[in-house]
C-alpha cells in the first residue's frame, strides 16, 4: 500500500500513476489482468480506461472499451453493487481428488464515481486468495481519486478516453451482422 502511493505521489501523470499502482496489484494477486472500467451513459457503456497485463497474456482493452454493458453478462449484474464480488468456477472433480480446483476467477471492486460515472477495478484469475483485501479497501479510494486529484473536477477523462468510447468497425460489424431480412 505503501509503494502504491508513492507511486501515485512522484508520477507525472494520472494515466502513468494508475498504470503503475494496476501492475503493483496485478503482480501482488499473481492476476492475468487488473483494469479499471468505467460505465457511461448512465451505466450502458463500458470503457477500459487503464489496464495491467500479465507477461504471455493480451490485451482485452479494444474488446471492451465502447461495447454495450449488456453483452458482459457478469460486469451488467454486479456493476451496481457497493460491495466487493468475487466469483470462481472450479473444475470437475476427478475420481482421485476430493474436490475441484479453482479454473477461474474473476474479482469486482467499486470505486468512487468519476463524473456521476461508475468505476469498477477488475481482477481477473487471482491466484493469491481474495478474502484478504485490506489492501484494496485502503487504496482504492486513493485511486478512485487519482484523476481528480490530478485534473481538477473540470478534466477528469482524456480525449483518448473519449475516443475509446466511441462505437469501432467491431460495433459496425456487430451491428450489420444482427440485421436479417426483417
Known amino acids: 500500500a505503501l509503494?502504491?502511493?508513492?507511486?501515485?505521489?512522484?508520477?507525472?501523470?494520472?494515466?502513468?500513476?494508475i498504470d503503475a499502482v494496476l501492475e503493483r496489484l496485478g503482480q501482488y494477486y499473481h492476476a492475468d489482468r487488473v483494469y479499471i472500467l468505467v460505465l457511461g451513459e448512465q451505466g450502458r457503456t463500458v470503457t477500459m480506461l487503464n489496464e495491467w497485463v500479465e507477461k504471455g497474456k493480451h490485451s482485452i482493452q479494444q474488446n471492451i472499451s465502447?461495447?454495450?454493458?449488456?453483452?458482459?453478462?457478469?460486469?451488467?449484474?454486479?456493476?451496481d453493487t457497493a460491495v466487493p464480488v468475487v466469483l470462481s468456477m472450479?473444475?470437475?472433480?476427478?475420481?482421485?481428488?476430493?474436490?475441484?480446483?479453482?479454473?477461474?476467477?474473476?474479482?469486482?471492486?467499486?470505486?468512487?464515481?468519476?463524473?456521476?460515472?461508475a468505476q469498477?477495478?477488475?481482477?481477473?484469475?487471482?491466484?493469491?486468495?481474495?478474502?484478504?483485501?485490506?489492501?484494496?479497501?485502503?487504496?482504492?479510494?486513493?485511486?478512485g481519486r487519482e484523476r481528480m486529484r490530478r485534473f481538477g473536477a473540470q478534466e477528469m477523462v482524456s480525449p483518448l478516453d473519449r475516443l475509446y468510447a466511441l462505437p469501432n468497425q467491431q460495433a459496425y460489424m456487430d451491428a450489420a451482422y444482427a440485421m436479417d431480412s426483417d
Open 66 to 79: 465502447g461495447k454495450r454493458v449488456s453483452r458482459f453478462p457478469v460486469i451488467a449484474r454486479y456493476s
Open 3 to 17: 509503494d502504491c502511493l508513492r507511486i501515485m505521489l512522484r508520477s507525472e501523470n494520472a494515466d502513468a500513476s
Open 120 to 143: 469498477l477495478l477488475c481482477i481477473e484469475n487471482p491466484r493469491r486468495p481474495m478474502q484478504r483485501t485490506a489492501l484494496l479497501t485502503e487504496l482504492l479510494p486513493c485511486l
Open 90 to 117: 472450479r473444475q470437475p472433480p476427478d475420481e482421485q481428488a476430493a474436490g475441484g480446483e479453482v479454473s477461474w476467477q474473476y474479482a469486482i471492486f467499486p470505486m468512487e464515481r468519476l463524473n456521476g460515472a
